[in-house]
């Protein structure tokens, strides 16, 4: 998720929204949902390439027509740019497909064609002693043979290189499909991915009759310090903390940046036990540093974080287990921060730093 579409998931969506309607309005540009999706992010984002794009237009008086606005969303909207490069891909490959085949069609009537000359061939060898004819009938076969090993070479070679594109083709997917799960800030899952992945990890715990837990991690007092520092300073805390998350998210754990300055994991077949400490461990760590700014070098003070998890019952959706650590979040929230709390304890229990 970039980090415009984490700001219009939270509480500047509403405001963000009004603003982006009044300018529709005032450029005389129609509410639908694309337009609607363009503004928001002008709005959002006013330094981004598709703010200072849509800036240009208005300055030049450039109508901004419906085919205007799908050529912005194509160019600068993350969804509409995954969309083409698929497409893109995809069209890539049905040529690619297309080509083989026509390939495989010319040489099964290469071969249609050699075993005809070759049951002549058999017929007049039957039918004649003459050894004029036969010395045409052997010399005709070798050309036959020279002409369909030559074709048969082409396809191998038609072949191997086709191999090659469709390998080519899977690494550039495989690079969206990861482009298209990973948060641009942090290089952590985005929560579209996290999503599938609790999903996947519910039916395989209930398969295996296995444990799972899952766990909730926010930066203490973040809007107070983005309003401080700025969004830049920000990002610098959201990357580090996703840093410290992230060494101790090695498969099979699984950890994203949900929204935010939220962060999720998922840890399959470990015991609370083992998921408390980790997450204390992270706590810990984060707290111990002084980061500082890195523009001015201002030392901005000590970062700490408050964390809640769960431990997922039989049979129990992600949903669900994701409202009882989000709940326990709240629970360490409440209890001063900079702590660790289990859905299943009271504000009481939580371990305070």
């Known amino acids: 998720m970039s980090d415009v579409e984490t700001t219009l998931r939270g509480p500047e969506a509403y405001k963000i929204a009004g603003r982006a309607l009044s300018l529709m309005e005032r450029h005389q540009v129609w509410p639908t949902a694309l337009n609607f999706e363009l503004w928001t992010h002008f709005v959002a984002d006013p330094d981004g390439a598709l703010a200072r794009e849509l800036t240009r237009l208005i300055s030049l008086g450039e109508p901004l027509t419906e085919l205007v606005s799908e050529e912005l969303a194509a ?13 893109d891909a995809g069209d890539l490959l049905s040529k690619e497909l297309e080509s083989v085949s026509k390939a495989i ?10 075993g005809k000359t070759l049951n002549g061939a058999a017929k007049e060898l039957d039918a004649s002693q003459d050894v004029d004819t036969i010395k045409t009938v052997v010399s005709g076969l070798a050309e036959a043979t020279r002409r369909v090993q030559k074709e048969n070479k082409s396809l191998e070679t038609r072949l191997a290189e086709s191999t090659a594109e469709v390998d080519r083709l899977r690494e550039h997917l495989e690079q969206v499909r990861r482009d298209a799960t990973t948060d641009g800030l942090t290089n952590l899952a985005n929560r579209k991915a996290f999503d599938e992945e609790l999903d996947r990890a519910c039916s395989e715990a ?7 837990c899952l766990a909730v991690l926010d930066i203490d007092h973040f809007k107070g310090f983005n309003d401080t520092w700025g969004h830049q300073t920000g990002d610098q805390v959201i990357r580090y903390v996703a840093s410290v998350i992230g060494r101790v998210a090695a498969p099979p754990r699984f950890a994203a940046r949900y929204g ?11 015991a609370a036990a083992l998921v408390a400490g980790t997450l204390e461990e992270i706590r810990v760590e984060v707290s111990s ?7 001015t070098n201002e030392d901005l003070g000590a970062i ?17 287990v994701m409202e009882r650590a989000d709940a326990a979040l709240y629970t360490s ?11 299943e304890s009271t504000p009481d229990s939580a371990n305070a730093a």
């Open 75 to 87: 160019t600068y909207l993350p969804k509409a740019k995954l969309n083409e490069q698929i497409r």
């Open 105 to 114: 069609q010319d040489a099964q009537k290469s071969n249609a064609t050699y």
């Open 206 to 212: 209930d398969e295996a009759g296995a444990s799972l």
């Open 260 to 270: 935010g300055e939220e962060f999720a994991m998922i840890f399959p077949r470990e």
């Open 289 to 295: 540093r002084m980061l500082k700014r890195r523009s």
């Open 304 to 320: 700490t974080i408050s964390s809640g998890f769960a431990e997922r019952r039989p049979g129990e959706s992600g949903h669900s």
């Open 333 to 343: 929230k409440r209890g001063g921060r900079n702590r660790v709390t289990a859905a």
